[in-house]
């Protein structure tokens, strides 16, 4: 039985580029095809084109704002596409053409046949925008990939014009001012995009938070440049798409029995914290697991039993949180621990005893990782290649405080590499940083899953795929794209306000349904 292979991306993830490697990308695709520039960019003006169509179609008018630049040549492009279509246009020109590229040139002589589209030549600053534009879309294809300095002058105050319109937003490429390698610094104009069309391969500063926010929702759309190229060209970092799970979540044998799909142990909860033992152990079990042992404080017996009966449970001797020593049992395959442990002196022995003699796969979350902040030597305790799943708070207070989202993000990839774990940087990108300096951003999710129990949830399952067999780092991909389609797909019934952890473990079963097609 195999996996359906229903997503359109050609390679089972997304390698992200540098702006000049993108360059190099361009020209090879030109070379090798062969194909004209003004062809390429035709073929990325008519998927923006049909993608604008499809999303906008009700529209009542498209305003285009157009560069000197490739990426203005995007946008005459765009400008002339949905013209022909029908839709009324207004395109408004920056700068003398003596400074456009070449290709836009061209495609400013295509536009001007073209008697329905509106056009207005802006050489300086004297310009009007219309002030109620709530039922326009207005395009941004001022400035693509390519831009390496702040914005001033007439683009600066368009840039500023088009971000207090009460039109919807659509960039092209990249929201421009936005530069592809580096954060923006305080004072730049960059446009507020709703929505970015960027072409094969996401950009690193989308998936860093005081960046990304600039590119609202954004969709890759395959041009098909040069296959080649994206294959062997060197990056460190790419990002996960449904074609990632497809490709790694393994079918399942019609003879295989619980006993094929592992065996995990969950070491969770505390008095007044149990509840996360309940929403990590029903993720751990709706992920595939084949059987899932919770040991927990004994006043939490009646609680799992009771919530989750499918599960076995381990009491602890002490009924209000985790002590004693931890016992191994080869019978496990893998363990997960931390949500709702707490920090008692006797958790904290026992959580120093379990790093010591547990090297089982393993996932440490939540007050796992409160502990090993409160003492440093413990890291050198924990097995290579294991799961660390902190947010950002949790992650500074281990590896120490960041000034910026490209510090935090470097931080990562040192902590990884230094200690040989995974560290999985939750957030609105999580972020997968691994011990050989990859790092894997997820594209899944949304603000619903900004929920206290959604990290529990998360735990489950990791744990799960860890279980099951999988390699640390497909668990750590498989887990954390999952939780995130599983907010995903419940968008279409739960408000993202109304959103629960319980509700995405509940989703996890539209989520598998997804992705077992075959």
């Not at 938070?209 to 294959?231: F, H, M, N, R, T």
């Not at 030597?377 to 294991?386: A, G, I, R």
Request: one cysteine or more.
């Amino acid at each position: 039985m195999k996996c359906w292979r229903g997503h359109d991306n050609s390679f089972s993830m997304w390698k992200i580029l540098s702006a000049e490697q993108i360059r190099e990308l361009d020209r090879l695709t030109l070379l090798r095809e062969p194909i004209e520039s003004i062809d390429l960019m035709e073929r990325a003006a008519s998927s923006c084109t049909d993608r604008i169509r499809s999303n906008f179609h009700q529209a009542k008018k498209y305003r285009i704002f157009c560069g000197p630049g490739n990426n203005g040549g995007d946008g005459l492009a765009i400008a002339r596409l949905l013209s022909s279509d029908g839709y009324e246009v207004v395109c408004y020109t920056f700068g003398h053409p003596d400074h456009w590229s070449e290709a836009t040139r061209q495609n400013m002589r295509r536009l001007s046949h073209c008697s329905r589209i509106e056009h207005f030549s802006i050489q300086q600053n004297d310009f009007a925008f219309p002030e109620n534009a709530a039922d326009e879309i207005w395009i941004d294809a001022l400035f693509g990939f390519g831009l390496n300095r702040k914005l001033a002058g007439v683009f600066a105050k368009v840039v500023d014009v088009i971000n207090l319109s009460e039109a919807r937003i659509v960039s092209i490429d990249m929201p421009s001012g936005l530069t592809t390698d580096r954060l923006p610094y305080p004072d730049e104009s960059i446009v507020q995009a709703d929505f970015t069309l960027t072409f094969q391969t996401p950009k690193l500063t989308f998936f860093l938070p005081s960046a990304g926010v600039y590119a609202g929702q954004w969709k890759v759309l395959d041009i098909c440049l040069d296959k080649e190229y994206l294959a062997n060209a060197p990056s460190n970092y790419f990002a996960l798409n449904d074609q990632t799970v497809f490709e790694k979540i393994k079918s399942r044998n019609k003879f295989s029995h619980k006993g094929t799909y592992g065996h995990g142990l969950l070491i969770v909860g505390s008095k007044g914290m149990n509840g996360a033992s309940v929403l990590s152990a029903r993720a751990a079990l709706r992920s595939g697991i084949g059987l899932l042992t919770v040991r927990g404080p004994a006043g939490a017996e009646n609680i799992l039993q009771t919530a989750v009966p499918e599960a076995l449970f381990q009491a602890d001797h002490h009924p209000d949180y985790i002590s004693g020593e931890y016992t191994g049992d080869e019978k496990y395959k893998a363990v997960g621990i931390g949500p709702g442990i707490g920090t008692n002196p006797e958790t904290v022995k026992y959580f120093t005893h379990f790093l010591k003699h547990c090297h089982l796969p393993m996932v440490l979350d939540a007050d796992a990782l409160n502990i090993i902040s409160n003492n440093k030597d413990l890291l050198k305790l924990v097995s290579p290649n294991t799961i660390i799943t902190p947010h950002p708070k949790e992650f500074e207070r281990l590896a120490g405080e960041c000034k910026n989202d490209e510090e935090l993000l470097k931080k990562q990839i040192s902590f990884a590499v230094t200690h040989g774990i995974i560290v999985v940087l939750k957030g609105a990108a999580t972020s997968i940083a691994t011990p050989n300096g990859n790092v894997y951003f997820n594209t899944s999710g949304n603000p619903g899953l900004a929920k206290g129990g959604s990290g529990d949830v998360l735990t489950g399952i990791i744990l799960s795929f860890l279980a099951q067999g999988y390699t640390p780092e497909d668990a750590a991909m498989l887990g954390v794209y999952i939780h995130g389609k599983a907010a995903d797909l419940l968008l279409k019934e739960k408000s993202l306000h109304a959103m629960l952890p319980e509700d995405i473990v509940n989703s996890l079963p539209s989520v598998f349904v997804y992705f077992e097609k075959v």
